[in-house]
């Protein structure tokens, strides 16, 4: 406790409504004891420390001026919540974040009324508050009631289309609604494209810094009781010199660029729209992402994502591991491809360095395509590139490629384009939990008709799979691989070109067969030893295919066990339905055989470490062996041998 922060004012904070008897001046203390515990607390959970750093005092200010939760604060991404967390009632529980039984990384409405709409992804929160904005319009009736809508977007979230969709929308019905942009020049890479250039050019450009310049010089010249009117003057020009006419066009009041760190400029706007707006507002407030923390404005992510760390240097306590993560080994084996072929491109959405992509980027930056938030038009843009006789890899997040799936479709797989899709984040994630679980993969991408899909056993199996993908050009072709260490295998030196949908053998046995798709290999090799010592012998093999499935090799291990076990890290519909199918088509059904498919349960499991989402799902080694002792009769003498 003693490394805790002195908070004195942060410490009569129970609730938003204790904020409203502090003066301005006590409200720029408490943002800074705030941001001070926002440091402290991440340090000890590891978690999403820069964004939240970059909105300290937009926190204070929202809940200063409005009144959640009747007035509903939308966190786009929610990646920046755990100030709003400490100011809502949990604090208590701010060192559980991210952890088992914990504070989620994110908004969650079953958390809390102070978290009215759930976020993950990002760009939903102004289609949400205006979703509010009209239900209250309307006479919508919630426990808290229904007062201002208010959406909390980062520039970079901006650039996905589902936001100018909203503000679109909102133009024309004309709702009272509040965005503000928090504009930080950064989502988690530096933003791309024409979006974020323009709000660098809104602030950036010669006569608005002059015209900032001469505008405070003039004014600090005037007597006091002149002042508000020459600032509001000023307002006025800088309105004119500065324009907000994007947004403008679209049906908003534009208000900015106005700081986002201070507070002296951030509470009078917030309670002069709260007094006045009547339409949509767009309040532009410029900040930094990961500010007041050095280590975090000095980091290349701005702190984005960190282990648990040390305050004082900022250095983060990760665990050594022997075995290279699979990301890794997917951007080098990749690098190793395009050096060979140059008609291999690299696309990913906004996470160059979470897919493994900026060792491609260094080495080939003609290449490499950030596309920023924009999932669907990544995909799309995928597809037109191998229409024009490049070998694209769509690398993305299997919960982010899930917002192009109407891409995939109809733009990769009806026209049977050559897209390579690279998955990371396959199967349970640990902290982020649900939102960014990637469970539904298998079965959203194999159910595609000429849609060739892969799982990766282990680290030196991905190679081979990355040089499988950059080969295969008579259509779409997609790959899992999950987040963390590989297993330690030795890495070959260059990656195999698999035969299209042919599984292998890694232990032949007797009486129950265990067909393993994806890295739960090892929990399956543990759980055969453990049956080996209790007198069953178990076959295992490795599908790698899911689609096109290898028939021979299902055929054959339904005919000579008398049980038959899928294994895979997706939900229901997925690499053991396809199995299913494929048994009940060939009539081996017919003649008796016991089937089982081991897949997560039809359930959303909430953040833990990935080895208790696991076991939760029913999915440990221990689990395994269970299953193989019930299909074949014999669990109940648990203990003894069989």
């Known amino acids: 406790m003693s490394d805790r922060p002195n908070t004195p004012l942060l410490d009569q904070i129970h609730s938003p409504a204790d904020m409203k008897r502090l003066s301005d001046s006590q409200l720029i203390q408490l943002a800074g004891e705030l941001r001070a515990e926002t440091i402290s607390a991440v340090s000890e959970t590891g978690g999403h420390l820069g964004a ?67 976020a993950a992804h990002s760009s939903t929160s102004i289609s949400a508050a205006l979703g509010f904005s009209v239900a209250r319009d309307l006479g919508g009736v919630v426990p808290e009631g229904l007062g201002d809508a208010i959406a909390v977007i980062g520039d970079g979230s901006m650039s996905a289309g589902m936001a100018f969709e909203a503000m679109n929308n909102a133009g024309h019905l004309k709702r009272r609604m509040i965005v503000i942009l928090n504009d930080n020049e950064m989502s988690i890479a530096p933003p791309v494209g024409a979006l974020s250039s323009y709000l660098s050019r809104l602030y950036a450009e010669e006569p ?33 010199a500065m324009g907000g006419t994007l947004f403008e066009a679209l ?39 990961g500010k007041g923390y050095a280590p975090a404005e000095r980091a290349r992510d701005k702190g984005h994502a960190t282990a648990k760390f040390d305050v004082l240097t900022g250095e983060q306590k990760k665990t050594p591991s022997n075995a290279p ?34 060792l491609f980027a260094e080495r080939f930056p ?29 690398a993305m997040y299997s919960t982010f490629l899930q917002r192009g799936y109407d891409q995939v479709v109809h733009d990769v797989a009806i026209q049977r384009l050559p897209v390579r899709f690279a998955i990371d984040r396959a199967g349970l994630v640990g902290a982020d939990g649900a939102t960014h679980a990637g469970s539904f993969d298998i079965a959203y991408m194999a159910n595609l008709p000429g849609m060739v899909v892969m799982a990766a056993a282990d680290e030196a199996e991905l190679k081979h799979m990355v040089a499988t993908a950059a080969a295969h050009d008579e259509g779409p072709i997609a790959f899992r691989y999950p987040r963390g260490e590989g297993v330690g295998v030795e890495l070959p030196e260059r990656g195999e070109v698999l035969e299209i949908g042919k599984g292998r053998m890694i232990r032949e046995g007797g009486r129950v067969a265990i067909l393993s798709f994806g890295t739960h290999l090892a929990e399956v090799l543990k759980a ?62 017919d003649s008796g055989l016991k089937f089982r498919a081991m897949v997560l349960p039809d359930i ?3 953040q833990a470490s990935p080895e208790d989402m696991y076991r939760q799902a029913g999915m440990g080694a221990d689990q395994i062996e269970a299953k193989v002792l019930e299909v074949l009769g014999v669990a109940s003498i648990s203990g003894k041998r069989a």
């Open 366 to 394: 003609s290449r490499c395509f950030d596309v920023g938030i924009a999932e669907q038009h990544g995909v799309t843009f995928s597809a037109a590139l191998a229409a024009g006789g490049m070998k694209p890899f769509c």
């Open 52 to 118: 939240g750093l970059g909105v300290v005092e937009l926190t204070v200010a929202l809940h200063a001026v409005f009144d959640a939760p009747r007035d509903k604060i939308i966190w786009d991404v929610g990646h920046q919540c755990y100030p709003h967390k400490i100011l809502t009632g949990r604090r208590d529980r701010i060192r559980t974040l991210r952890q088992k039984g914990g504070l989620s990384g994110f908004t969650k409405r079953s958390e809390s009324p102070y978290d009215p709409f759930g």
């Open 251 to 289: 049906g908003f009041s534009y208000i900015g660029p106005i700081d986002g760190h201070d507070l002296n400029q951030i509470l009078p706007i917030l309670r002069m729209v709260k007094a006045r707006a009547r339409g949509p507002i767009l309040i532009h407030a410029l900040t930094k992402k």
């Open 604 to 606: 959303f499991i909430d």
């Open 528 to 589: 055969a030893e453990a049956l080996t010592a209790r007198g069953i012998s178990p076959t295992v093999a490795d599908a790698r295919f899911a689609k096109p499935l290898d028939r021979d090799l299902i055929l054959r291990l339904a005919a000579e066990h008398e049980a038959l076990i899928t294994i895979e890290e997706g939900a229901v519909g997925g690499f053991g339905s396809h199995v299913a199918q494929l048994l009940a088509d060939a009539g081996v059904f």
């Open 325 to 358: 993560s699979y990301t890794s080994v997917f951007g080098q084996a990749l690098v190793e491809e395009a050096t060979r072929d140059s008609k291999i491109v690299a696309v990913t959405a906004a996470m160059p360095d979470g897919t493994g992509l900026n």
């Open 208 to 240: 608005f810094q002059e015209l900032k310049a001469a505008a405070k010089g003039a004014v600090s010249l005037l007597p006091e009781p002149f002042r508000e009117g020459a600032k509001r003057a000023k307002d006025m020009l800088k309105g004119m």
